[in-house]
């Protein structure tokens, strides 16, 4: 007797615009956790395939927040990470970032903090502050 169950889950693929909403059967060990992704469909190309993977072991996501700024016009600077990260991670780097200070004039895409929690994706600008 198995002690696996399969489970179908729907959610969008985000790589692209066109959001595609993939079906996915799912098989789960006894405690929950993910054994494999059996099947993937709605995925229109075949990122669609490895977003669901990825989504099911490591989700990944761009972190979007805002540091403070010293000697600036503005008292807040929009940050984000360069690509995405794993969601996981996030908490921790919300406490890193939070207390950050960042030196004005700042031009949109600069640094803010490289490479994350050792992720190897920097911290950066989403706009210019003068
Ligand atoms: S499956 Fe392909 S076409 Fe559909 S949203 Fe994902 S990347 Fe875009």
């Known amino acids: 007797m198995s002690d696996t169950v ?67 016009d503005v008292a807040l600077l929009p940050v984000r990470t360069a690509e995405a990260i794993p969601l996981a991670l996030h908490a921790q780097a919300m406490d890193l970032i939070r207390g950050l200070v960042v030196e004005a004039p700042i031009r949109m895409s600069d640094v803010v903090l490289p490479n994350l929690l050792n992720t190897g994706i920097d911290l950066i600008a989403s706009m210019d502050v003068e």
């Open 6 to 72: 399969i489970e179908t889950l729907q959610f969008n693929c985000t790589t692209c615009p066109s959001e595609c909403l993939l079906t996915v059967e799912v098989e789960r060990d006894a405690n929950g956790a993910v054994v494999e992704a059996r099947s993937v469909t709605g995925n229109n190309c075949p990122r669609g395939d490895k977003f669901a993977h990825q989504e099911l072991t490591c989700p990944m996501r761009v972190l979007t927040t805002t540091v403070t700024v010293s000697g600036g």
